[in-house]
């Protein structure tokens, strides 16, 4: 019942901008057909020439549907990994031997597309549709208007480099890579033939967290306090990038700029009636990303991010919601002014991509991301760092169908507090091989 009320409120939406119609697009995500896979969700969907397309006897308007159906089966040789992409966060420490073996339709999807012109202008709506990656829930992937530079709905964010990458199997993609969609209202502007400039208010989604640690105010000895993250924003968040492309490829610089809240409570034993205080931190990010066409065949990609409080913006460890993370001296009491901090992390990922034949390509990649600890406190979440490495090979039957198959290898490491308040480090490792039909219409 479920399914059908998102498939028609799917028609729906893009019958009501069937008036419209374009010879070219104007917005931000991504529209052109790429032939490849790869982690970028923007392979999957956005094709721009769908292959089932209808428009009047003056094709004064076009409709589209599109879509792919992708079918991934994965084996776990070592380390099994709770998630149906091998996010490196989900990692099990002590490793353990599982030979797990599984089947999904995870990034399958369909997406439907109007196109028109308004004042000489064009308009693009979009509106897509598919399995979630990690269940076997139908949700929404992209719902949003273009039109003169604007986009406002729900798209892939502006700190975002979706030109960026190497093609992977694994649906999570280098545990650094940054490829989130959110709620947003953007605008981009070309200055020129190469030359891009966008910005971006967005909210993107994260669960409310409820925590209790054993944190107390120096003015109340006695008191413990119950720190937690609220499920909504007072601000947006404030993006930013530019891209340069030329002959040799792209280089795009992006900035991202929070304010994350959360309350004080000092009645730890309800949750209701408390009464608390409202505080916030100020998070930041910066990204560096290139794509480098060292021939026509092998293409290097680059990419370094590194602020504070952004992990809801970086593949394979947004789930864990760590923007924010309760901190106390080891040892001592953590002073009622300053308990909670926005993590700090750096990560970043090197790949190369080669095409042997327009069938056959492979590519590796590598990637690290790092969370800054200070010395002598302890956070409420344990995990250091991680790293991940894949290698693969694809072969296009055609533009519409592809088959993949590629080894992942990751490492997690996280840090634990001894009776002693030394610090005590604790590794895990994981392997898995994936192999992938998909295919496009």
Do not use: W
């Not at 729906?12 to 529209?31: G, K, W, Y």
């Not at 829930?137 to 604007?150: D, E």
């Not at 004080?264 to 009636?273: G, L, S």
């Not at 991940?388 to 590629?406: H, M, P, Q, T, W």
């Amino acid at each position: 019942m479920m399914k059908m009320r998102l498939l028609s409120l799917s028609l729906l939406f893009v019958l009501s901008f069937n008036a419209f119609a374009q010879e070219e697009n104007d917005t931000i995500a991504p529209m052109n057909f790429n032939p490849q896979i790869g982690f970028f969700q923007k392979v999957y969907s956005d094709e721009k020439d769908p292959r089932f397309m209808v428009s009047d006897s003056k094709d004064n308007f076009k409709f589209g549907v599109g879509g792919t159906l992708l079918l991934t089966g994965f084996y776990d040789i070592d380390g099994a990994v709770d998630n149906r992409g091998f996010s490196i966060y989900s990692i099990p420490i002590p490793t353990d031997y599982c030979g797990n073996f599984g089947l999904m339709v995870s990034n399958s999807r369909v997406n439907f597309k109007v196109v028109g012109t308004v004042m000489g202008k064009p308009l693009v709506s979009f509106l897509e549709i598919g399995v979630d990656k990690n269940t076997t829930n139908i949700k929404l992937r992209q719902a949003y208007l273009s039109y003169g530079g604007f986009t406002i709905g729900h798209t892939y964010s502006m700190f975002n480099d979706l030109d960026g990458g190497v093609m992977t199997v694994d649906l999570e993609g280098p545990n650094t890579s940054v490829g989130k969609t959110h709620p947003l209202i953007a605008y981009r502007h070309n200055i020129g033939r190469h030359l891009s400039l966008a910005v971006g208010i967005e909210t993107p989604a994260f669960e409310e967290f409820t925590e209790r640690i054993d944190v107390k105010d120096i003015n109340k000895p006695d008191s413990v306090l119950f720190y937690f993250d609220k499920d909504f924003q007072q601000i947006p968040d404030f993006t930013f990038h530019i891209k340069y492309k030329g002959y040799f490829g792209h280089v795009q610089f992006g900035a991202l700029f929070r304010t994350l809240y959360y309350y004080v409570n000092d009645k730890p034993d309800t949750y209701e009636n408390y009464s608390g205080e409202d505080r916030s931190e100020f998070a930041y990010g910066l990204a560096l990303s290139s794509n480098i066409n060292i021939t026509k065949k092998l293409v290097l990609a680059v990419q370094g991010v590194g602020g504070r409080g952004i992990s809801e913006y970086i593949n394979n460890i947004s789930s864990a919601h760590i923007d924010l993370l309760a901190k106390r001296k080891i040892g001592e009491n953590c002073d009622y002014g300053n308990p909670v901090i926005a993590t700090p992390i750096i990560g970043g990922y090197a790949g190369l991509q080669y095409s042997f034949t327009d069938k056959i390509t492979t590519s590796a990649v590598y990637g690290q991301v790092h969370i800054f600890r200070e010395d002598g406190y302890q956070y409420s979440d344990n995990f250091e760092d991680g790293s991940y490495f894949a290698i693969n090979a694809f072969y296009s039957v055609d533009k519409y169908l592809r088959f993949g198959l590629e080894y992942l290898n990751g490492y997690k490491r996280v840090y634990e507090i001894t009776e002693n308040n030394d610090v005590a480090h604790h590794d895990g490792k994981s392997s898995r091989f994936d192999i992938s039909v998909k295919y496009s219409f």
